[in-house]
């Protein structure tokens, strides 16, 4: 006789597996079907009870670093930017412009770091401080583009070397200066930036409201603070068991200490009150949510029958999860905008 032990694993398996069956790819069969019902189950799993989400971690800059570490994430990387030479890993801004057929995930997120830069009228000369620079795409973009210099701080010490590796590989370092540092502790001299800019970022700070009054004081005269970053509008009054459940689920996705979680109302005022004037709010989330969902969709779709490795399928997963959150939750992805009037 066989002994064949089920455990509470097995029985999930298969309860989910039947769920999920209509996210798997026709092509998907046998053990690689039970392949993307494990990666489900256990992103899922980490998803609400992994420590790293835990709000107490995601303000802490050692679990937001491992969290984020490049190396864990390089397979989703390559996955994504399809690209050995682009380290891109933001959402992305998916409006199409120009009679574009298809935008790749480069492309994408190339187009959020450039509709931050138009926002704040990045221009030759102008000394920006990036806060959350990641690996240093956007950067690099900005100073190509746009002709800026730039001060970068990033939290993540892997993410900071890959960064400075590629600045010294294009001979750009004397104009793009890279360093490890946190957003709750900037160490600078008041009035020192042109720009301040945080590219889908600014939500893992702690907090936001005190990045705000940082940023004032650091921007000279005449200068601008702009983000892309997320707001929750209706979070921040009495709301019901479902919405609250909800919450829950979008600080774990997104890594957002709860004091972050404001409406875009609240955020402009937050912004006002640090001293920023002209404040402007502004509602990405048509050409970022459903944009990236149907890149993950159809990135999935294209290379399932050749390569089903499982960045590819939580590449998949986190695609349904924002369609999720933009169908079903009150989050918004925003560029918000506010000027240091000139003495």
Request: hydrophobic share 45%; charged share 20%; glycine share 6%.
């Given at each position: 006789m066989i002994a064949i032990d089920i455990t509470l694993r097995d029985?999930?398996?298969?309860?989910?597996g039947c769920i999920l069956t209509t996210f798997a790819s026709d092509t998907l069969v046998g053990d690689i079907i039970l392949r993307f019902f494990k990666v489900v189950i256990k992103f899922v799993i980490k998803l609400f009870f992994w420590g790293h989400f835990n709000n107490n971690m995601?303000?802490?800059?050692?679990?937001?670093?491992?969290?984020?570490?490049?190396?864990?994430?390089?397979?989703?990387?390559m996955t994504m930017n399809c690209d050995i030479n682009t380290y891109w890993m933001n959402f992305g801004y998916w409006k199409k412009e120009n009679n574009e057929t298809n935008v790749t995930f480069p492309q994408a997120c190339s187009k959020m770091a450039s509709k931050l830069a138009d926002a704040v009228r990045m221009k030759p000369g102008d000394l920006c401080l990036d806060v959350g620079f990641g690996c240093g795409d956007q950067d690099i973009w900005w100073h190509q583009q746009y002709g800026v210099d730039i001060v970068g701080v990033e939290v993540i010490p892997s993410q900071v070397a890959v960064a400075q590796r590629r600045i010294t590989d294009l001979k750009i370092q004397d104009r793009?200066?890279?360093?490890?540092g946190s957003a709750d502790d900037i160490n600078f001299p008041?009035?020192?930036?042109?720009?301040?800019?945080?590219?889908d970022?600014?939500?893992h700070y702690r907090?936001?409201?005190?990045?705000?009054?940082?940023?004032?004081?650091?921007?000279?005269?005449g200068g601008s603070l702009g983000l892309i970053d997320l707001a929750f509008n209706n979070y921040d009054r009495e709301i019901s068991v479902l919405q609250r459940i909800a919450k829950i689920f979008v600080s774990k996705f997104f890594l957002v200490p709860q004091a972050n979680m404001v409406s875009a109302d609240i955020y402009a005022l937050h912004m006002q009150s640090a001293g920023f004037r002209n404040v402007k709010v502004i509602d990405l989330s048509e050409h970022i949510f459903n944009g990236f969902y149907e890149f993950s969709n159809n990135h999935y779709k294209k290379y399932s029958g050749l390569?089903?490795?499982?960045?590819?399928?939580?590449?998949?997963?986190?695609?349904?999860?924002?369609?999720?959150?933009?169908?079903?939750?009150?989050?918004?992805?925003?560029?918000?905008?506010?000027?240091?009037?000139?003495d």
């Amino acid at each position: 006789m066989i002994a064949i032990d089920i455990t509470l694993r097995d029985i999930l398996c298969v309860i989910i597996g039947c769920i999920l069956t209509t996210f798997a790819s026709d092509t998907l069969v046998g053990d690689i079907i039970l392949r993307f019902f494990k990666v489900v189950i256990k992103f899922v799993i980490k998803l609400f009870f992994w420590g790293h989400f835990n709000n107490n971690m995601m303000t802490d800059s050692s679990g937001l670093s491992k969290f984020y570490d490049i190396n864990r994430y390089e397979q989703s990387r390559m996955t994504m930017n399809c690209d050995i030479n682009t380290y891109w890993m933001n959402f992305g801004y998916w409006k199409k412009e120009n009679n574009e057929t298809n935008v790749t995930f480069p492309q994408a997120c190339s187009k959020m770091a450039s509709k931050l830069a138009d926002a704040v009228r990045m221009k030759p000369g102008d000394l920006c401080l990036d806060v959350g620079f990641g690996c240093g795409d956007q950067d690099i973009w900005w100073h190509q583009q746009y002709g800026v210099d730039i001060v970068g701080v990033e939290v993540i010490p892997s993410q900071v070397a890959v960064a400075q590796r590629r600045i010294t590989d294009l001979k750009i370092q004397d104009r793009v200066r890279l360093m490890h540092g946190s957003a709750d502790d900037i160490n600078f001299p008041n009035a020192t930036f042109d720009k301040i800019i945080s590219l889908d970022s600014a939500y893992h700070y702690r907090t936001r409201q005190s990045f705000f009054i940082k940023s004032y004081k650091l921007l000279r005269p005449g200068g601008s603070l702009g983000l892309i970053d997320l707001a929750f509008n209706n979070y921040d009054r009495e709301i019901s068991v479902l919405q609250r459940i909800a919450k829950i689920f979008v600080s774990k996705f997104f890594l957002v200490p709860q004091a972050n979680m404001v409406s875009a109302d609240i955020y402009a005022l937050h912004m006002q009150s640090a001293g920023f004037r002209n404040v402007k709010v502004i509602d990405l989330s048509e050409h970022i949510f459903n944009g990236f969902y149907e890149f993950s969709n159809n990135h999935y779709k294209k290379y399932s029958g050749l390569i089903v490795s499982r960045a590819f399928i939580q590449l998949r997963i986190a695609g349904i999860f924002m369609k999720m959150i933009e169908q079903y939750t009150d989050v918004k992805y925003i560029l918000a905008i506010g000027n240091k009037l000139s003495d």
